[in-house]
């Protein structure tokens, strides 16, 4: 049967009977009153991949979260494709702002409306089906493992150790990953590009209680003023970043890749438009897709302290916190960069507070070569699927494992991902459109067609 038939034919019930129970779990690894939840979501991929074909699949323990680990095996003189995805989720505040349950799946206007419907549990999902179209059909000419992990949105704890103390187990000749997006609906894109990220926690401590701020105000500092003006100096007029040596090692990407950028379709204003804001504001020099892609950026995530409750407050906070990150691109190590910036925050804190910077995650960027053999395949893939040839394009996000992949396990990851910016990925009402992950599908076991085949 033609690969997009077979798709067709069977993706209602794969969705309703299959994705849907896995997507009603709340598998949020960021609170930990969700442990039991990690569990059950992996224990659930273990039937599920297993339903789909794989020969085996269990749950592994690591240091944080279980890894489901499974393979299917059809010659061992075959190359070997290793998947990667994460089957945990970001969590669903603010809960006012969902037209739905967050974790009750609604089919709505072609898309797909639950947490993890795109981030990660449906894009791996487009992964599995994939693989268990090419199977089924009788043309999957490789070894498949797939390695799905529970804590990618809080930085991967115990992964890399996990990949160190099993690198027989992970051995493969590619890893594919669609924990990532394409340009739009109608410009299909391969990431070839993804931006590392440092995380801190800043804590700035004034006096030992909240003090009246008319009694004590003026002579005493407000952390709160001190943290806003820490963070706003590590920004100049220009969106520059001004820690020193903050640029060091940033890679200049080559003029011919940005003149390819500058070919991607791509409208400021629409994009300003979809987003809700006036006007769109980044670093001097850099269209957006620059912006967001190839240069380093510095945002605040959360912050903190004083009175935030309703009415009015005369207050002088005793604290002030925040929780700030910077995206890194390809040579910034994230450990220089955390001593840098720890460095900094010391040096021009005024001696009038304390200040304790606390390193919380990170991880490098990553670069995926067009020229390798898998990536032609990737290719081709798309086009039988979406019927256009797929752009080469870096993207924002950050998936740190995928540089630890290369260094612990040297294997290159093909990132083969389907979301859409309007996914509302992290965000609430987060969706998936059901053509495209079909679609997804059907480049995935396209790619399966070619992999491999002697
Ligand atoms: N799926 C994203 C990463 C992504 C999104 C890559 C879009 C490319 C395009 C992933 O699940 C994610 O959100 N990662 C975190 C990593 C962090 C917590 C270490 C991120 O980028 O914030
Ligand atoms: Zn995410």
């Known amino acids: 049967m033609e690969t997009k038939q077979y798709v067709a034919a069977h993706l209602e019930s794969w969705l309703r009977d299959e994705l849907f129970p896995l997507l009603r779990i709340p598998s949020i690894s960021a609170q930990p009153e969700h442990a039991p939840d990690m569990y059950a979501c992996a224990r659930k991929w273990c039937e599920l991949l297993l339903a789909a074909g794989a020969d085996t699949a269990e749950l592994l323990e690591t240091t944080a ?3 489901v680990f499974a393979a299917k095996q059809v010659d061992p003189d075959a190359p070997t494709v290793l998947v990667y995805a994460h089957y945990d989720v970001m969590p669903v505040e603010p809960l006012d702002l969902w037209h739905t349950d967050p974790f009750e799946p609604v089919i709505r206007d072609g898309r797909l409306w639950v947490r993890g419907a795109d981030d990660d549990k449906g894009q791996s999902f487009l992964q599995v089906k994939g693989f268990e ?10 070894n498949v493992k797939f390695l799905f992990e529970g804590g990618e949105e809080i930085g991967s704890p115990g992964l890399a150790e996990f990949c160190a103390g099993h690198r027989e187990m992970l051995k493969a000749d590619i890893i594919l990953v669609s924990d990532n997006s394409m340009i739009g ?10 931006r590392g990220l440092a995380y801190w926690e800043i804590e700035v401590t004034g006096p030992e209680r909240d003090l009246h701020s008319g009694i004590f105000g003026g002579a005493v500092a407000n952390p709160v003023n001190v943290l806003c003006k820490l963070i706003a100096d ?4 220009d969106g520059h970043i001004t820690i020193p040596h903050f640029y060091d090692d940033v890679e200049e990407v080559s003029a011919a890749e940005r003149a390819m950028l500058a070919q991607v379709p791509h409208d400021d204003k629409a994009y300003a438009e979809s987003l809700g804001v006036k006007a769109l504001c980044g670093e001097k020099g850099y269209s957006t897709l620059e912006r967001t892609a190839i240069r380093p950026t510095f945002d605040v995530c ?6 935030t409750a309703e009415g009015s407050k005369t207050v002088l906070p005793s604290k002030a916190t925040a929780k700030v990150s910077c995206r890194l691109v390809p040579h910034q190590q994230h450990e220089k960069i955390s001593r840098l910036f720890i460095d900094y925050i010391h040096a021009v804190a ?5 200040v304790k910077v606390t390193p919380m995650h990170g991880g490098e960027g990553y670069v995926c070569p067009i020229d390798m053999p898998a990536y032609r395949i990737a290719e081709r893939a798309y086009e039988k699927a979406f019927g256009k040839r797929p752009l080469a394009v870096r993207r924002g996000g950050s998936i740190p494992v995928i ?14 991902g389907f979301g859409l910016e309007s996914n509302a990925i992290h965000s609430p009402n987060e969706n998936q459109q059901l053509d495209i992950m079909e ?12 992999f491999g085949k002697r």
């Open 234 to 237: 590590i920004t100049d007029a």
């Open 302 to 307: 959360g912050i903190w302290g004083g009175y």
């Open 439 to 450: 679609k997804g599908i059907v480049a995935v076991a396209e790619f399966y067609r070619e």
């Open 403 to 416: 540089a630890d992949f290369e260094k612990i396990l040297g294997i290159k990851s093909l990132l083969m």
């Open 185 to 194: 609906r109608d410009v299909p894109s391969i990431t070839t590009g993804l």
């Open 350 to 354: 005024p001696d009038c507070v304390s």
């Open 133 to 142: 179209t090419a199977l089924r059909n009788g043309w999957l000419h490789c």
């Open 65 to 67: 979260n279980p890894v």
